[in-house]
């Protein structure tokens, strides 16, 4: 079990495994109609208390760097609403936050200049919350 191995460090490096490089990135690619060079794809993983901090993964706002999570924590439906974890977005022209909650095989793409940051799981969940990210660069 790969999960095992991204919760004893902070990230896992997936770069050279296939499976993300090469095969995720395809549909990725399919589902965005957009073709991409991977600058960097790695799982991570927290615990109750590891809150992320506003952050923005490239200062590039040219709009042709991206991310993508896609979230791979197994929850049981019925304590969605009760996990928290949330990926929450401050953007400059809206007077609210917008929050997406980490539901298993969520993908959410957005410009890498977005101001986000990531909340752990609350502390009535044993699950660690995990995530694959992809930090993606638009070719032509």
């Not at 191995?5 to 549909?27: A, G, P, R, W």
């Not at 991570?44 to 760097?65: L, P, T």
Request: hydrophobic content about 35%; overall charge negative; charged content about 20%.
């Amino acid at each position: 079990d790969w999960s095992s191995d991204v919760c004893s460090s902070d990230l896992m490096d997936l770069f050279e495994e296939s499976y993300f490089s090469h095969f995720l990135k395809n549909i990725i690619e399919l589902c965005f109609y957009k073709k991409f060079k991977i600058n960097r794809v790695y799982a991570n993983c927290q615990s109750y208390g590891q809150n992320g901090s506003y952050h923005i993964d490239s200062d590039n706002v040219n709009n042709n760097e991206f991310t993508f999570c896609i979230y791979l924590s197994k929850l049981q439906k019925n304590i969605y609403d009760e996990v928290d974890g949330h990926l929450i977005f401050k953007l400059p022209d809206l007077k609210f936050n917008l929050c997406y909650e980490p539901l298993f095989n969520r993908g959410i793409f957005f410009p890498s200049h977005y101001l986000h940051k990531s909340q752990s799981f609350n502390r009535y969940i044993n699950e660690q919350r995990i995530c694959v990210a992809f930090k993606l660069q638009q070719i032509n």
